[in-house]
């Protein structure tokens, strides 16, 4: 895309992201905190989403600011991790003010990472409050860590030939507007360049595509529990809750172009858009600019680095 250039996600002034993970668990969790908050849309499109808070971000309600996403691994419970997050904002007075003290508005989706470790180990509290004194550090990265500590692609066909992912970054600029993506990437299908075609990662067989499985398999094919691809945009621009939930729906279209099939009902496809109103931007602009960042974040994301927890990983075919 010509007129935007690539910048480290860093530069999106006002946020701070963070990691934290359980690597005997295969597990982890990774928060991006809104400096004096942001107002935040939400778009879901698959059929099985584990979420905290997503109610707040409907056009509809009240709310117009929060004040950290949690995008976390550990099913649903990974969801308590957002707990931590929120004694961290209490204790600094962070969160929307009350008679009786602060609440912070913390909005939180996992992942289904619960069979590539230990299932009894999950992102809880002490996690997501060490991933907040993470953030204020600047301690994350991409690859096999923090929400994507324990992702993995291409489940159509089992276990034994799905791929490792992981947590992919990537972000851009135009002009002034600023827009950054982090995906956990957890999918059911396979993962493509979307400007090529190629694909990355998936079902670890030349031969199947999770495309024909699921075609093939029609009835009978139950991987409810097994996936979802949550992100998060962060962004500079200047719009109102009911333009950054259509944003997070044109950001989808990134998905769309990059995981094959996607928004399935096997998946809890989630993406939030935060907005923190520093720079006037057009929605159409935001929206496409978001989608072309996510399917760039996740085509990182289908080639981590890190512990791969015994499974086939793109970044060691490429390295090979």
């Known amino acids: 895309m010509k007129n935007i250039r690539e910048i480290n996600i860093t530069e999106i002034e006002g946020y701070s992201i963070g990691n934290a993970e359980y690597p005997e668990g295969a597990t982890g969790c990774t928060v991006i905190l809104a400096d004096g908050g942001a107002v935040c849309g939400c778009d879901v499109r698959g059929g099985g989403p584990a979420s905290r808070e997503n109610a707040l971000l409907n056009p509809l309600a009240a709310n117009d600011s929060v004040n950290a996403v949690l995008l976390t691994g550990g099913s649903a419970f990974g969801l308590s991790a957002a707990d931590g997050i929120m004694k ?16 912070p508005i913390v909005c939180a989706s996992s992942i289904f990472d619960l069979g590539v470790g230990r299932a009894d180990i999950r992102p809880d509290s002490q996690l997501g409050y060490q991933a907040c004194l993470n953030a204020k550090k ?48 957890n999918a059911a299908g396979d993962v493509y360049e979307y400007e090529t075609g190629k694909k990355i990662a998936g079902i670890n067989d030349p031969d199947l595509s999770s495309e024909d499985v699921i075609a093939s398999a029609q009835a009978g094919l139950n991987l409810f529990k097994q996936n979802t691809t949550i992100a998060c945009i ?35 496809d989630t993406v939030y858009v935060m907005g923190n109103g ?22 990182r994301a289908a080639r981590p680095e890190g512990e791969t927890y015994g499974l086939a990983c793109a970044s060691l075919k490429k390295e090979q």
């Open 88 to 103: 961290y904002l209490e204790e600094r007075k962070i969160g929307f003010p009350t008679g009786y003290g602060v609440v």
């Open 138 to 185: 600047g301690l994350f990265k991409e690859g096999c860590y923090g929400a994507g500590t324990g992702a993995s692609v291409g489940k159509a066909a089992g276990a034994a030939l799905c791929m490792k992912s992981g947590l992919g970054i990537y972000a851009v600029q135009a002009g002034e507007l600023k827009v950054g993506a982090i995906v956990a990437l």
């Open 234 to 268: 962060i962004t500079n621009a200047d719009l109102n809750k009911t333009a950054l939930c259509k944003a997070a729906g044109m950001a989808h279209d990134g998905m769309a172009r990059s995981i094959r099939p996607v928004h399935t009902m096997f998946d809890g």
């Open 278 to 299: 520093k720079c006037k931007a057009d929605l159409n602009a935001v929206g496409m600019i978001a989608a072309h960042a996510l399917s760039k974040a996740i085509e």
